[in-house]
C-alpha cells in the first residue's frame, strides 16, 4: 500500500474541506455546503429580480407589465423565500442526514419548477422566456454539483426530475404558439440534455477526488474517520483498522512541530507508553512512520470524557467518585514508577473516564510524552534538567525549583492537584499570570478543599489529598500504591459502586455524545503544558 505524502495527510488530517462524507464529519460538511448554495442562491436570485424590476420600470412598455410578468415575479419571490430558509436553516443546529437529502434534492427541482411555471400558466406571454429558464436550469444543476458533495447517479437522477417541468413548459409554448419548428425544440432538448450531463460529469470529476483524498487517509492498516482533538504537538483522530474493525484512535505530530527534537520526543512518547500493561493505562497498538517523515501511533479509542471536562461541565465530583478515579489512576503511576517512568504532565485532561467492557467510570493515563525515564539517558537530551516540564496548575514545587530532582513523588503532588480539582471543582492554586501561579506552588500552602468548595468533605479524604499536596517531596506518600492505600482507608466516604457509575452514565450519555462531537476538530488548549528553560528565566529575571 503507498504512504501518503505531508500534503495528503494534511488533506485528509483536516486542512482541507475534503472530508469522508459518510462521518459525522462529512455530515457537518454537506450541512454547510447546502447553506453555502442557499446563500449563493438567494444572493444572486434577488439581484436578478431587482435588476429585472428597474429595466421594466426604465424600459418596457405597459403591455409588459402584464398578469404574466407579475405572476412570474411572484413565483420568483417565493423561491427566494426557500433560498433563504435553506441558507439559513443549514446555517446551525444539526439537522439529520435525512433532512439533508431532502433539501439538497429539493434546491434544483423546486428552483426548475418555479422558473418553469410561468410557461405552463401563461404559455406563450413573456416572449424569450424559454432561454430563460434553459439558463436556470444549467445553473442550478450545474451550481448544485459544484457546492454540493454528490454521487453522479444521484446527480443524473435529481438532474432529469429537474429537467421535466422544463421539458414540459416549453412543449406546452410552442404549442401554444402553433410553432410546428422540430429544429427550435429539439435544439432546447439537446440543451437539457447537455445540462444534465454536464452536471453528472462534474460530480463525478469532484466526488471522485473526494474519495481519492479518503483513500489517501490511510497509514499502514488503518484509515483516519475524523479528528477528535488536536494538541501542542499532535492530532488525534478516530480510525478503524482494515482487518480487525476494532476502535482505533491515531496519534499524529503535526507537520509543522516535526523538529527533530519534536519528532524525538514523540517517538519516545510511544516507546515509553508501550512499555506499560495497567488496565489504567492507555495501551498502544501499533506505530509506525512514513517517507515523508510523519510519525504516528495507534492506540485504543477511548470514547468518553476527560476530567477537565467533567469538572467544567457537571462541577465538582461526589468524593465516593473521586476516590475511585484517584485510586484507578495511582494504579497506573505505580507500574510507571516501578520501571523508572515519571509521567510529568498528570492533569485532568490527561485522564480520560470511558466505559470499557461494560464496565463503567473506566480511568485511562494518556500523554507520556513528556515521560521521564529516571534510569536512561536518553530523556536527557529530550527534558534537560534546566528545563521546566508539566503544566503549571499541577507543577510540584521541585519541578519548579529543581527539575533534575523529579521523581514519582512529583506525579503525586500532580494527583493530589487532581483529587482536589474534582473535589473542590477549582484548581489548587491560581494567578493572572504563570510567575505567579509558580510562585504559589513553591511557597503558599493550599486551602482545604472544604473550604474552597463551601461545605464539609471527608476528613480523612482531604487529608490524603493535602499530604500529596505537600511542599517538601519528602513529606509525600512514598509511593503511588501508598496512595492508593489511604485512599481506600478513607472514613465517610460513600462507595461509588458500579451501579451508581452506570446510573450516571445512562443519564448521561448523550450530552457526552454531545460533548465529543463538538470535540471533533477542535484545539485542545485547556491546561496548556509547559516547556521551558530555566536559564532562559534567570536571563529574563536579571
Same mark, same amino acid.
Given at each position: ?12 488530517? #483536516? ?34 429580480? @431587482? ?111 429537474? %429537467? ?21 425544440? *429539439? ?15 462534474? /460530480? /463525478?470529476? @469532484? ?18 474517520? &475524523?479528528?477528535? #482533538? &488536536? ?24 507537520? +509543522? ?19 506499560? /500493561?495497567?488496565?489504567?493505562? *492507555? %495501551? ?7 517517507? +515523508? ?9 477511548? +470514547? ?47 485522564? @480520560? ?50 527539575? +533534575?530532582?523529579?521523581? $514519582? ?87 461509588? #459502586?458500579? %451501579? ?5 452514565? &445512562? ?17 485542545? *488548549?485547556? $491546561? ?15
Amino acid at each position: 500500500m503507498a504512504v501518503p505524502s505531508v500534503d495528503a495527510i494534511r488533506r485528509a488530517s #483536516g486542512w482541507s474541506s475534503a472530508v469522508d462524507l459518510d462521518t459525522e464529519e462529512g455530515r457537518a460538511f454537506f450541512q454547510e455546503r447546502l447553506s453555502f448554495l442557499g446563500k449563493v442562491a438567494f444572493v444572486l436570485s434577488i439581484a436578478t429580480l @431587482i435588476l429585472g424590476q428597474l429595466a421594466l420600470a426604465l424600459g418596457a412598455s405597459v403591455a409588459a407589465r402584464s398578469a404574466a410578468i407579475r405572476g412570474a415575479v411572484a413565483i420568483q419571490a417565493a423561491i427566494d423565500v426557500f433560498y433563504l430558509a435553506m441558507w439559513l436553516g443549514c446555517r446551525r443546529g444539526r439537522l439529520p442526514r435525512s433532512v439533508l437529502g431532502l433539501v439538497d434534492a429539493a434546491f434544483p427541482i423546486l428552483s426548475t419548477t418555479a422558473a418553469a411555471l410561468p410557461l405552463l400558466l401563461w404559455p406563450g406571454a413573456i416572449p424569450g422566456l424559454e432561454w430563460a429558464v434553459l439558463l436556470v436550469l444549467t445553473h442550478t444543476q450545474i451550481g448544485r454539483a459544484v457546492f454540493v458533495p454528490s454521487p453522479p447517479l444521484r446527480t443524473l437522477v435529481i438532474g432529469l426530475l429537474a %429537467s421535466a417541468p422544463v421539458v414540459a413548459g416549453m412543449w406546452i409554448a410552442e404549442a401554444a404558439r402553433g410553432s410546428a419548428a422540430q429544429a427550435v425544440v *429539439v435544439h432546447r432538448l439537446a440543451w437539457v440534455i447537455l445540462a444534465a450531463a454536464t452536471a453528472t460529469v462534474t /460530480s /463525478s470529476v @469532484i466526488y471522485g477526488l473526494r474519495r481519492q483524498v479518503t483513500e489517501a487517509r490511510h497509514l499502514g492498516q488503518y484509515t483516519l474517520v &475524523e479528528k477528535l #482533538g &488536536e494538541g501542542g504537538m499532535g492530532v488525534v483522530y478516530r480510525a478503524r483498522h482494515a482487518m480487525l474493525r476494532r476502535p482505533t484512535a491515531i496519534k499524529l505530530l503535526r507537520p +509543522d512541530k516535526a523538529g527533530a527534537q519534536s519528532l524525538a520526543r514523540f517517538e519516545r512518547e510511544v516507546q515509553l507508553t508501550a512499555q506499560l /500493561s495497567h488496565p489504567n493505562t *492507555v %495501551s498502544i497498538f501499533d506505530y509506525g512512520r512514513t517517507p +515523508d517523515g510523519v510519525f504516528y501511533y495507534a492506540m485504543e479509542y477511548l +470514547d468518553g470524557i476527560d476530567l477537565e471536562t467533567l469538572v467544567r461541565v457537571f462541577g465538582p465530583q461526589d468524593p465516593g467518585r473521586v476516590v475511585h478515579i484517584l485510586r484507578q489512576v495511582a494504579g497506573s503511576l505505580a507500574e510507571a514508577h516501578a520501571l523508572g517512568l515519571v509521567h510529568r504532565d498528570v492533569k485532568p485532561a490527561n485522564i @480520560i473516564l470511558c466505559q470499557r467492557g461494560g464496565v463503567p467510570d473506566v480511568a485511562k493515563v494518556v500523554d507520556f510524552g513528556l515521560a521521564k525515564d529516571l534510569e536512561g539517558a536518553s530523556a536527557a537530551a529530550l527534558t534537560r534538567a534546566t528545563d521546566i516540564t508539566g503544566t503549571p496548575m499541577y507543577l510540584a514545587p521541585e519541578a519548579i525549583s529543581d527539575p +533534575d530532582t523529579v521523581d $514519582g513523588r512529583s506525579d503525586l503532588y500532580a494527583l493530589g492537584a487532581v483529587g482536589y480539582y474534582l473535589l473542590a471543582g477549582a484548581h489548587v492554586f491560581e494567578g493572572g499570570t504563570l510567575v505567579e501561579v509558580c510562585s504559589h506552588h513553591l511557597r503558599t500552602p493550599p486551602v482545604a478543599p472544604s473550604e474552597r468548595l463551601g461545605r464539609p468533605l471527608p476528613l480523612d479524604l482531604e487529608s490524603v489529598i493535602l499530604s500529596c499536596l505537600e511542599k517538601e517531596a519528602a513529606r509525600r506518600p512514598p509511593t503511588a500504591d501508598a496512595v492508593s492505600t489511604h485512599l481506600a482507608m478513607c472514613v465517610g466516604v460513600d462507595e461509588w #459502586g458500579e %451501579s451508581r457509575a452506570r446510573e450516571w452514565w &445512562e443519564e448521561h450519555r448523550e450530552q457526552i455524545r454531545g460533548l465529543a462531537r463538538g470535540r471533533a476538530g477542535s484545539t485542545l *488548549v485547556s $491546561g496548556q503544558t509547559l516547556s521551558m528553560e530555566l536559564s532562559a528565566r534567570a536571563a529574563g529575571r536579571d
